[in-house]
Structures are given as C-alpha cells and as structure tokens.
C-alpha cells in the first residue's frame, strides 16, 4: 500500500490544533501517534493520482512549529514518513537535477511517486537531522536512505554520472519526496525578515541548527511548503529545506566537514551567558545572526528536545545508515549538548 503524501501525513492533526493555534503555531493533540495511524488506514484513492492542480496556488497562514505532542513516543527512525511510503521499485528515471550543489536525479516510484535522489556526503546527515529537526516541532521533507538500487531508462547526466553506473545502479542514495499536493513556493526566506522574527520558535531553530553543526543555513536552503488541512485552508511551511551540512565541524570556510563524529565531537555549542541571552558557538553561513538568542527562548527549546530519549536519537542515525560507532557516538554528543543547555539556562 503507498503511504499519503505529506499533506495526508499531517491533515488530521492540523485540522483539529487550528482551534487553538496563533499565528505562529499550531499544536497537535496529544495523541499524535493514533492520529497517524488512523491516517495509514485512509483509501489509496487519496494517495494517488494527485496533480498540480491539488498544490494550493494561494498563500496561506505561515507555520514554522507544531507540538508533537508526547515527544517520547515518535519514532524517529522514520520520522515524519512511515513504512509505506517509502521509495517502492523499480524507478524510473525522469531527468537530472542540477539544482544546488550536490547530485541529484528526479525518478518516479512504482506506484508513481515522484522523488529526488541525492548522492555525495551529505545522505547521511540529513536523513538523520531531518528526524531530529521534525520531532522538535519544525517541518522537514519526506527523505529516506535507501543503500542500493537501480534506475531504469538512465540517460544524458552530468554531475550525477559517477555514482550512477551504465545499468542505472546506484549505492547510498537520499530518497526525497515530491508530492503533487505540496506547493513548492521557492521563497529563499531569510533569518532577520520573515513572520517569525523575535519569536521562541525561531531562537529554536537556531540554537538547534547550531546543536547539529549545521554550518549551511544560507537563506537560498530555505524555502515554504503550501499545503491544505482537512478543512481546504491553506499552510504555509517554513522550512530549512537542506540539512546536509550536519554531524561534521562548523566553519564559515573551506575547513568545514560533515558527517564527521570525531569533528562533531571537538566542536563547542554554547560560549556562554551575557545579558539575558544564550550565546551560541555557531560558525558558518548565515553567522552574524547566529550569535545568540534570549535566555527564555532557549529555556523552552531545551524543554522540547530534553523530552527525546538516546534509543529515539540512536533510532535516528540508525535510519541514516550510520556504523553502531557512529550511531552511539552521535547520540551521546547530542545528549551531551541537551545536558549543556539545560544547565546553561538553569533547567
């Protein structure tokens, strides 16, 4: 059975937290696991055969943030995806994406899925951060490591031809899914100027980013998501639409690494507390508005990611295809930096 695209992932729960949310926020009821199950038993009609047409063209209410609910139970081994929608073979080729820096191709699934595939250093650390980053509350794009597989119908690539073989095989691919229900909006939002500014949500974000060594949060990796809940109102997402610059060594030079325990583990995250503020060991783009956020805000950060539990992490670097040295390695740098903020805000 294919899973619901993105938007059916999370109709459901937005459709009841839009009672109480802000303009900022909207909460998911407790329950959120019941929710997604619930969502696994909708018909197939619903996750297939969508066009354009369902992406809403309109703006809708910006979200940066949702409540999971009881953080413990998610599963951080799939994320915000599931088990059935995972990339299903064989694939197809459609055609290169020479966006951005790294390879990729677009491909469609057996059950006409539309995907992109990633490959180069960056698989790794993104698959991971992205659990990480959905269960704190912030919207990540469906991904999933897949180690092998084949493409068929291969043809006239550039960039992406070395990790692709003349029969179309493949090794340690980034699977990334492309609903045709989400509105892609290409708005490169930036950290001083968008709906946001000054709120808890975003000092989250940030002290988050920096607690992964994500050195890349250039406005040109964000981008807005537009979706319809249940009710056919429009969200509009806010998104760190690349997190493949993770788990490495911070640097606003060529001296930056990624997916790299022993560099993520010799890089400090916390250079202290001056006049209310939290100030952040962030090096890399984007790094004069990375310097510190209010004492408050990473108070409340540190009460949503304290809640995650090391197996939820280990499950997290597990799905990244991490070696069991990398796997407990990352996970007890993270809890480590959990324990630092917590102390640093007097939690």
Same mark, same amino acid.
């Given at each position: 059975m294919s899973h619901p695209p993105l938007i059916m992932t999370l109709g459901m729960a937005i459709a009841t937290a839009l009672l109480g949310a802000n303009s900022n926020v909207t909460?998911?009821?407790?329950?959120?696991?019941?929710? =997604?199950?619930?969502?696994?038993?909708?018909?197939?009609?619903?996750?297939?055969?969508?066009?354009?047409?369902?992406?809403?063209?309109e703006a809708g209410r910006p979200v940066l943030w949702e409540d999971r609910g009881d953080l413990s139970k998610l599963d951080l081994f799939l994320g915000?995806?599931?088990?059935?929608?995972?990339?299903?073979?064989?694939?197809? @080729?459609?055609?290169?994406? !020479?966006?951005?820096?790294?390879?990729?191709?677009?491909?469609? +699934?057996?059950?006409?899925?539309? *995907?992109?595939?990633?490959?180069?250093?960056?698989?790794?650390?993104?698959?991971?951060?992205? =659990?990480?980053? *959905?269960?704190?509350?912030?919207?990540?794009?469906?991904?999933?490591?897949?180690?092998?597989?084949?493409? +068929?119908?291969?043809?006239?690539?550039?960039?992406? =031809?070395?990790?692709?073989?003349?029969?179309?095989?493949?090794?340690?691919?980034? @699977?990334?899914?492309?609903?045709?229900?989400?509105?892609? =909006?290409?708005?490169? *939002?930036t950290w001083d100027a968008n709906p946001f500014a000054g709120s808890k949500e975003l000092s989250g974000l940030q002290a988050l980013a920096t607690m992964l060594n994500n050195w890349d949060m250039k406005p040109t990796n964000n981008n807005v998501l537009g979706m319809y809940d249940n009710d056919g109102k429009v969200l509009d997402y806010y998104v760190v639409a690349d997190w493949g610059g993770s788990f490495g060594k911070m640097s606003a030079i060529f001296t930056f690494s990624k997916w790299n325990l022993e560099d993520y583990n010799k890089q400090g995250f916390i250079d202290g507390v001056s006049g209310g503020r939290l100030k952040l060991h962030y090096r890399g783009r984007s790094q004069s508005l @990375?310097?510190?956020?209010?004492?408050?805000?990473?108070? *409340?950060?540190?009460?949503?990611?304290?809640? !995650?539990?090391?197996?939820?992490?280990?499950?997290?670097?597990?799905?990244?295809?991490?070696?069991?040295?990398?796997?407990?390695?990352?996970?007890?740098?993270?809890?480590?930096?959990?324990?630092? !903020?917590?102390?640093?805000v007097g939690q």
């Open positions: 909460t998911f009821p407790a329950l959120y696991d019941d929710i =997604r199950l619930e969502q696994k038993d909708k018909k197939k009609s619903k996750s297939k055969g969508k066009s354009k047409a369902n992406a809403p063209a915000v995806g599931s088990e059935d929608g995972q990339p299903k073979p064989p694939f197809k @080729f459609d055609k290169e994406d !020479l966006t951005g820096t790294n390879p990729k191709i677009k491909v469609i +699934d057996q059950n006409g899925v539309k *995907w992109n595939i990633k490959f180069d250093e960056e698989v790794h650390g993104e698959v991971a951060a992205s =659990r990480i980053v *959905w269960a704190c509350g912030y919207m990540v794009e469906e991904s999933y490591y897949v180690k092998s597989g084949k493409v +068929d119908g291969v043809t006239g690539l550039g960039r992406a =031809r070395k990790f692709i073989a003349a029969d179309g095989s493949f090794k340690d691919g980034m @699977f990334e899914k492309r609903p045709d229900d989400v509105a892609r =909006r290409r708005i490169n *939002w @990375f310097k510190s956020v209010p004492v408050e805000h990473a108070r *409340w950060f540190a009460g949503i990611i304290s809640q !995650l539990k090391d197996d939820q992490f280990r499950d997290a670097f597990r799905a990244a295809d991490g070696t069991p040295a990398e796997i407990e390695g990352f996970t007890k740098r993270v809890r480590q930096k959990i324990n630092e !903020l917590k102390v640093a």
